[in-house]
């Protein structure tokens, strides 16, 4: 029996959710290691840019996701999880050569700005999916990305302590490549244009 396509956009858009919950939390557990290591040895000053430097990428996401939400309406889902993971994979993978905290910070910043992933991935879903099936999928959806996000500091710990810092960032980079190339080859979308009515 094949699987209908509104099952297989959940199937694709949970393992991208994942997959981005797990690249913007993953640093959790080493950050303040990593910002003493890029040059930050005062302890108050460590403790200032990891705040900065792990809220900063939500407070930067929660400013643009309306405009990205916009843009979805406009151009259709796909075209937003195309763009959030290909821009989050190589946001990512820089943060990997950072030299200074300030590049980190920075970086971070755009990071919450490319992203968008999950807010695209919760409305393709709400609309591609029949109704009798809605609640079941966008309850399997969110789990997707809580998952992520209590996985992603484990990983991003063990990782971290077996391979060192810097790899851990080319990890969860390949980890939202493999969901950018999940969603240009498996994601399909019909884009319903509606036509403005002109008044009489």
Same mark, same amino acid.
């Given at each position: 029996?094949?699987?209908?396509?509104?099952?297989?956009?959940?199937?694709?858009? /949970?393992?991208?959710?994942?997959?981005?919950?797990?690249?913007?939390?993953?640093?959790?557990?080493?950050?303040?290691?990593?910002?003493?290591?890029?040059?930050?040895?005062?302890t108050?000053?460590?403790? $200032? /840019?990891s705040?900065?430097?792990f809220?900063?990428?939500?407070?930067? +996401?929660?400013?643009?996701?309306?405009? /990205?939400?916009? *843009?979805?309406?406009?151009? &259709?889902?796909?075209?937003?999880?195309?763009?959030? +993971?290909?821009?989050?994979?190589?946001?990512?993978?820089?943060?990997?050569?950072?030299?200074?905290?300030?590049?980190?910070?920075a970086?971070?910043?755009?990071? &919450?700005?490319? $992203?968008?992933?999950?807010?695209?991935?919760?409305?393709?879903?709400?609309?591609?999916?029949?109704?009798?099936?809605?609640?079941?999928a966008? &309850?399997? *959806?969110?789990?997707?990305?809580?998952?992520? +996000?209590?996985?992603?500091?484990?990983?991003? &710990?063990?990782?971290?302590?077996?391979?060192?810092?810097?790899?851990?960032?080319?990890?969860? +980079?390949? *980890?939202?490549?493999?969901?950018?190339?999940?969603?240009?080859?498996?994601?399909?979308?019909?884009?319903?244009?509606?036509?403005?009515?002109?008044r009489?």
């Amino acid at each position: 029996m094949a699987v209908p396509l509104w099952k297989k956009n959940l199937y694709v858009v /949970w393992f991208g959710s994942f997959a981005t919950a797990a690249g913007m939390s993953q640093i959790i557990p080493f950050l303040p290691l990593y910002i003493e290591k890029l040059g930050i040895t005062d302890t108050a000053a460590i403790e $200032s /840019w990891s705040g900065l430097i792990f809220g900063g990428t939500f407070f930067v +996401s929660a400013i643009v996701s309306p405009l /990205w939400g916009k *843009l979805a309406d406009k151009y &259709g889902r796909r075209p937003m999880l195309l763009r959030a +993971s290909l821009g989050m994979c190589l946001i990512v993978f820089c943060m990997a050569f950072a030299q200074n905290v300030y590049q980190l910070f920075a970086l971070r910043l755009i990071m &919450g700005f490319v $992203s968008g992933f999950i807010p695209a991935s919760i409305i393709l879903v709400a609309t591609q999916t029949p109704k009798t099936h809605s609640g079941w999928a966008l &309850g399997m *959806l969110s789990t997707g990305g809580i998952a992520g +996000s209590l996985i992603g500091p484990l990983i991003g &710990g063990l990782l971290a302590e077996y391979m060192g810092m810097r790899l851990v960032f080319i990890d969860t +980079s390949a *980890l939202l490549f493999c969901a950018f190339l999940a969603s240009l080859l498996f994601v399909k979308e019909k884009v319903v244009v509606k036509e403005k009515r002109r008044r009489p």
